[in-house]
């Protein structure tokens, strides 16, 4: 699945996305939002709903926040998700998938996808729909299970990809969640057993509570809820964007809490050892032929040098705080290099950019690098080092108009230079790069 989604933006895959006049149009679709609240409902205590109703509209602004405050439910828009509020209680049925929210008598039904990239055709496809139902009380089920904190509901189903994962699943989580101090539950859609194991350690610092899996066919009644998830950029705090003002150094200060990080800055490691450089090795595409004599370089220039496979890479936990005590990181375009997001501060980062990835290299990766507070490098292939010089030739179309590939669309791309390019790296070129990493971190080559 590595890069699955992502080259869709570059291939201008933004055709999909809905206007700003349907987001409009969506909005309207909410009738009698400054009807009376049903506080009271379902046991509610009216101090405890202006609680709760205080914590969701820090996650909305303006005329959103304003509904949420005068109707109890609110919904958000934009182009790339849709996430709704309700502070009136609501009972969750169908596995998840059904939301019933108690209204003053104006029924009325709204479809969620819950995942924080709507504009991707792909992912939608692997994203099940949560119907809203606003019913009076006489038309709502009974209550099966009996919740005392808000529901957070959203969609596990795009899995198996890091950069998804971080960027799409749990840094929105963070930035839904985090103000509600553990207090509240999660509702996993398309309900993944293994993702919820693999970033169990993170799930279990925003909740206190483990995730529900709703396949047990009854009806949960919660005092409030937040359906669907909102994104704020590649792997990246869109500050500008953000109602509670959170930021990227904020977000990894809490991954090291999470998985127990030591080292925040580069700088306090031991500068009477060998600075640790860790290189990502690929086993499909995109890999780098010559490995083992990147490797010898490396060590020759004074680095200890560890090779991160799949097998290595597998285990979040015991990965990340490998990552978090090196200094240097190397890899190929490619998802392995969302680990840099367990770095240490003033750490380096260098990514092999390969033909045609430019763009994604620059925007997935080399832009949040420098956001988290890291040292970035790239290193530029050129064409006789890529594997596709000896398929095509270094006169032929792939090579020297790359833009002609991408004009046929995202499937032409990512046959051509996502799954079907290797990289054979010049050890000259590539020595000056090592040896400006050196520098960065504060030692000199050997």
């Avoid at 439910?73 to 049925?93: G, N, Q």
Wanted: hydrophobic share 40%; charged share 20%.
């Amino acid at each position: 699945m590595d890069g699955m989604f992502a080259y869709r933006d570059f291939s201008k895959y933004r055709a999909s996305h809905v206007g700003e006049h349907a987001i409009l149009s969506r909005r309207n679709q909410i009738p009698n939002w400054r009807g009376a609240s049903d506080a009271g409902e379902v046991g509610e205590v009216a101090g405890e709903g202006d609680a709760l109703k205080d914590l969701l509209r820090r996650l909305v602004r303006g005329e959103e926040r304003y509904q949420l405050e005068v109707g109890g439910f609110t919904c958000h828009f934009d182009l790339d998700a849709e996430m709704c509020l309700s502070a009136k209680p609501v009972r969750i049925s169908n596995g998840g998938l059904t939301v019933h929210v108690p209204s003053d008598g104006s029924g009325f039904t709204r479809s969620v996808r819950p995942y924080a990239r709507i504009g991707d055709e792909l992912a939608m496809k692997l994203t099940t729909p949560v119907q809203i139902l606003h019913r009076d009380m006489a038309n709502l089920p009974a209550c099966n299970f009996t919740h005392s904190i808000p529901a957070v509901i959203f969609s596990t189903g795009v899995t198996g990809n890091a950069y998804h994962e971080l960027s799409e699943i749990i840094i929105p989580l963070f930035l839904a969640c985090r103000h509600f101090r553990s207090q509240l539950k999660f509702v996993a859609t398309d309900y993944n057993e293994w993702w919820i194991r693999k970033y169990s350690t993170v799930l279990n610092r925003l909740s206190d509570y483990e995730a529900l899996d709703l396949s047990d066919g009854g009806v949960h009644c919660f005092p409030a809820a937040v359906v669907g998830l909102r994104y704020h950029g590649n792997l990246a705090l869109n500050a500008s964007n953000v109602p509670l003002g959170h930021s990227m150094p904020e977000f990894r200060q809490f991954l090291r809490e999470s998985y127990n990080l030591k080292t925040k800055n580069v700088h306090e490691i031991d500068k009477l050892h060998k600075p640790v450089l860790i290189l990502i090795s690929r086993t499909n595409s995109r890999k780098i032929l010559n490995e083992d004599a990147i490797v010898e370089l490396a060590q020759e220039l004074g680095f200890q040098v560890v090779t991160a496979g799949p097998s290595m890479m597998s285990n979040l936990e015991l990965f990340a705080k490998m990552v978090s005590s090196c200094s240097v990181f190397i890899g190929v375009h490619g998802a392995g290099l969302t680990n840099e997001i367990f770095l240490p501060d003033g750490a380096v980062v260098i990514q092999v950019v390969l033909l045609g990835l430019e763009w994604g290299s620059t925007n997935y990766y080399g832009s949040p690098a420098t956001a988290m507070g890291l040292q970035y490098l790239e290193y530029k292939i050129e064409p006789q080092e890529s594997s596709l010089a000896e398929v095509y030739g270094l006169d032929h179309p792939v090579i020297v108009d790359p833009l002609s590939v991408f004009a046929k669309g995202y499937m032409a791309v990512r046959a051509v230079y996502v799954d079907g390019q290797d990289v054979k790296i010049n050890l000259d070129r590539f020595k000056a790069t090592l040896e400006e990493a050196m520098r960065l971190v504060g030692h000199s080559t050997t």
